[in-house]
């Protein structure tokens, strides 16, 4: 087979040399001002011969085709299985796998009626961790079981800390869970300075390894998070409005019509890296997570 490949190489390199060979016979036979006649046979030579090459080529493309479809076709489909995935180096299976984690994938907290705390929307754990052992000791190593009953696997959801974001409205107590390390809190939660103290000193007693905190935004407030079967969620433009001129905090700069996202990022990084709320904190600038904003979605259960 690979003679073959090989060989339809070696036909085309030859077609190519041999009509640049011709041409330069051709101009060759001109400077000595041959008879017309000569010069039309030799270009008559020079392209008869060249279809000729062209013509073996594709004859012998065609010989390795059928000797392939006779085979049942050794190469494989642009849509099947990769048979040999086993013989890659374990490194590269090992990525591969991390590459197909899902994530990063947002959560709502919330006290039921008993004061425990819930999760919402509720999802199934990575479908690869049925594929191989292998796969799954990846999804072990990236994850664990959080939100279990009693702390437990028990009725848990796979969480990524790494990628997922557990997020409420708005912190009254520490949650703690300190291996979570992306945590999402409504926009209004930063409506004054002392909100905005108070929320990140209430998340980082709750979440000791805290990276992220998310600022979260929604079109309205028809639709609780409870009851949602799925949320998805949208990076927030430094020029998207996150209060209009009528309603808005007065910590943050305004711009022509409210405030954006961009002056309250802004806002909020100047007065957490101030000496007073770092003491306050009782943490050092390094420490500090960082602050992104997202625009939630919700589908709603039983909806179409």
Same mark, same amino acid.
């Given at each position: 087979?690979?003679?073959?490949? #090989?060989?339809?190489?070696?036909?085309?390199?030859?077609?190519?040399?041999?009509?640049?060979?011709?041409?330069?016979?051709?101009?060759?036979?001109?400077?000595?001002?041959?008879?017309?006649?000569?010069?039309?046979?030799?270009?008559?030579?020079?392209?008869?011969?060249?279809?000729?090459?062209?013509?073996?080529?594709?004859?012998?493309?065609?010989?390795?085709?059928?000797?392939?479809?006779?085979?049942?076709?050794?190469?494989?489909?642009?849509?099947?299985?990769?048979?040999?995935?086993?013989?890659?180096?374990?490194?590269?299976?090992?990525?591969?796998?991390?590459?197909?984690?899902?994530?990063?994938?947002?959560?709502?907290?919330?006290?039921?009626?008993?004061?425990?705390?819930?999760?919402?929307?509720?999802?199934?754990?990575?479908?690869?961790?049925?594929?191989?052992?292998?796969?799954?000791?990846?999804?072990?190593?990236? $994850?664990?079981?959080?939100?279990?009953?009693?702390?437990?696997?028990?009725?848990?959801?796979?969480?990524?800390?790494?990628? #997922?974001?557990?997020?409420?409205?708005?912190?009254?107590?520490?949650?703690?869970?300190?291996?979570?390390?992306?945590?999402?809190?409504?926009?209004?939660?930063?409506?004054?300075? $002392?909100?905005?103290?108070?929320?990140?000193?209430?998340?980082?007693?709750?979440?000791?390894?805290?990276?992220?905190?998310?600022?979260?935004?929604?079109?309205?407030?028809?639709?609780?998070?409870?009851?949602?079967?799925?949320?998805?969620?949208?990076?927030?433009?430094?020029?998207?409005?996150?209060?209009?001129?009528?309603?808005?905090?007065?910590?943050?700069?305004?711009? #022509?019509?409210?405030?954006?996202? $961009?002056?309250?990022?802004?806002?909020?990084?100047?007065?957490?890296?101030?000496?007073?709320?770092?003491?306050?904190?009782?943490?050092?600038?390094?420490?500090?997570?960082?602050?992104?904003?997202?625009?939630?979605?919700?589908?709603?259960?039983?909806?179409?």
């Amino acid at each position: 087979m690979e003679q073959l490949i #090989d060989l339809t190489t070696a036909i085309a390199a030859a077609v190519s040399q041999q009509s640049k060979a011709i041409a330069a016979l051709t101009e060759l036979c001109a400077e000595q001002q041959p008879a017309a006649a000569q010069l039309r046979a030799l270009s008559e030579a020079q392209t008869t011969m060249t279809k000729a090459m062209e013509i073996q080529a594709e004859i012998v493309k065609r010989q390795r085709m059928t000797i392939l479809d006779s085979r049942g076709s050794s190469l494989p489909s642009p849509g099947g299985a990769f048979t040999r995935f086993t013989q890659l180096p374990p490194e590269i299976r090992k990525m591969i796998w991390e590459m197909a984690l899902p994530g990063p994938r947002l959560f709502y907290l919330h006290r039921d009626s008993e004061d425990t705390v819930t999760v919402s929307p509720i999802q199934r754990p990575p479908p690869m961790r049925a594929a191989c052992r292998e796969a799954w000791s990846v999804t072990e190593g990236h $994850g664990y079981f959080e939100f279990g009953f009693n702390a437990t696997r028990t009725w848990g959801i796979w969480f990524n800390p790494t990628k #997922d974001i557990v997020f409420t409205d708005y912190l009254d107590t520490p949650w703690e869970f300190p291996k979570i390390q992306n945590i999402g809190l409504h926009s209004d939660s930063f409506f004054s300075r $002392g909100k905005c103290i108070s929320q990140l000193e209430l998340a980082m007693e709750g979440l000791t390894h805290c990276r992220k905190i998310v600022v979260i935004t929604r079109p309205g407030y028809d639709e609780e998070y409870e009851q949602c079967s799925n949320l998805r969620f949208f990076s927030l433009q430094d020029d998207d409005l996150i209060w209009s001129t009528d309603y808005r905090p007065h910590i943050y700069e305004v711009q #022509d019509n409210g405030v954006t996202w $961009g002056s309250m990022k802004q806002g909020l990084t100047q007065l957490y890296h101030e000496e007073d709320t770092l003491r306050r904190l009782g943490i050092e600038e390094k420490d500090l997570p960082e602050i992104v904003g997202m625009e939630v979605l919700m589908t709603n259960k039983g909806s179409s």
